[in-house]
């Protein structure tokens, strides 16, 4: 594609996305306590689920795993937040700038991934539940959860393939942190068949990930209405917390990602908080979702504060 301007050598990137900000400092220190405390709950969850062998089972395998997802995708853009924020560094090298961006969206597609094989297992479990165990065994739960991360990570792959190779004419991003849309921003080409084409891969992946959640959970409706009330009530608590999880994640990027393409104009700022909330929010309401309502985790919890 055509160059638009001289391209030059980029060793380092500068974040300008901040550089409107006010109270700078203070934005820092709140996105540091949330990006810590998401990082403990999370390690926490995965800690309980490793070292309780009651706990090694489909479900809280999808727990485990979607800690895992949180703990990737906010960290990797959180620190380089919390460093131009709080400590003032404005630059990132190329090379880890790359890592990062690459790290962002293989979380951002597993986060996706995740919650979708998370519905499927509730369905499982309600539409099936004396087969459940033969029919999701841990086996085949980790053979699954292991192929959508080689598939998320082909995603992650293919944008950094795309941007590898293209020229940069500058190296602010006017961004909070290294994604696709702010690096390729940088570049000396056309933007708009990258946007196009990414546009319509995202679009897909989001699209089918949440009419799956969508189409378990109104298979789920159809066999609870044909259990009985106490069955009702445990299937209903059992799927809250998915349903949580789901909505805390999905309702903001719908917002960035939908809408906008739809006409709805967001400035600069706001794209950015909504980002940083998809990111931030879901990573710290998660763990404390899953610890306080799976009875099990709960339990565990209360009984390491009563033993002490």
């Known amino acids: 594609m055509p160059l638009q301007n001289a391209s030059i050598k980029v060793t380092e990137f500068i974040i300008g996305g901040f550089d409107k900000t006010e109270k700078p400092f203070v934005v820092g220190v709140v996105i540091l306590i949330a990006y810590v405390l998401a990082i403990l709950a999370n390690i926490m969850n995965i800690l309980f689920i490793i070292y309780d062998k009651r706990l090694h089972k489909p479900m809280y395998l999808l727990i485990c795993n979607l800690a895992v997802v949180d703990i990737l995708y906010t960290s990797s853009s959180s620190p380089t937040m919390i460093g131009v924020l709080v400590a003032g560094v404005k630059t990132i090298s190329y090379v880890p700038c790359f890592i990062a961006m690459f790290a962002f969206h293989l979380g951002g597609v597993m986060v996706t991934f995740a919650l979708s094989i998370m519905a499927f297992d509730r369905l499982i479990a309600i539409s099936c539940p004396f087969k459940y165990h033969s029919y999701l065994t841990n086996v085949r739960t980790l053979v699954l959860t292991y192929i959508l991360w080689i598939v998320a990570c082909g995603f992650a792959s293919y944008l950094q393939a795309i941007l590898i190779p293209l020229p940069h004419c500058h190296s602010k991003l006017k961004h909070n942190f290294c994604e696709f849309a702010a690096i390729i921003r940088t570049t000396c080409v056309d933007l708009t068949p990258y946007f196009n084409l990414v546009a319509v891969i995202v679009f897909i992946y989001l699209f089918f990930t949440f009419t799956f959640i969508c189409l378990s959970y109104i298979l789920i409706i159809f066999f609870v209405k044909l259990s ?70 709960r339990c565990k919890i209360l009984g390491i504060f009563k033993s002490s």
């Not at 069955?231 to 809250?240: A, E, P, Y």
């Not at 600069?268 to 099990?296: D, Q």
């Open 228 to 297: 009985s009330n106490s069955n009702k009530r445990k299937m209903g608590s059992t799927c809250l917390s998915h349903l949580i999880v789901v909505m805390c994640y999905y309702c903001p990027v719908f917002v960035i990602v939908v809408l906008t393409r739809m006409g709805v104009v967001l400035t600069l700022e706001a794209r950015h908080g909504l980002l940083i909330g998809t990111i931030l929010g879901p990573s710290l309401v998660n763990p404390f979702v899953y610890c306080l309502r799976t009875k099990e985790i």
